[in-house]
Nanobody, 124 residues
């Protein structure tokens, strides 16, 4: 089970940190990702982090590169998404997901487990 926290209302230029806590399984050997879905749009990739005990690889969508940072704390079974310099177009429901098969993944279909989503609203 995955639970995402940390969404809220923030002004443009502000920051938020999302957390995704995994329970019921040990996700340290899973690739993890963040996706988002804005009203009327398809779910899209935001960021991903590989499984690794000695240093993880990361991937970012071009739209968030340089502003968002994904990280993980395996001891806490938690993945984070630090979002800085937020823009109104970042407004969406953000979902975390886990992929037990890949080293790292960016496609929605690669992920087997999904959290319930947390709403991020960025006002202009």
């Amino acid at each position: 089970q995955l639970q995402a926290f940390g969404g809220g209302l923030v002004q443009a230029g502000g920051s938020l940190r999302l957390s995704c806590v995994a329970s019921g399984r040990t996700f340290s050997s899973y690739a993890m990702g963040w996706f988002r879905q804005a009203p009327g749009k398809e779910r899209e990739f935001v960021a991903a982090i590989s499984w690794s005990w000695s240093g993880a690889s990361t991937r970012y969508a071009d739209s968030v590169k340089g502003r968002f940072t994904i990280s993980r704390d395996n001891a806490k079974n938690t993945v984070y998404l630090q979002m800085n310099s937020l823009k109104p177009e970042d407004t969406a429901v953000y979902y975390c997901a886990a992929d037990p098969h890949s080293y790292i993944a960016t496609a929605t279909g690669d992920y087997d487990y999904w959290g319930q989503g947390t709403l991020v609203t960025v006002s202009s």
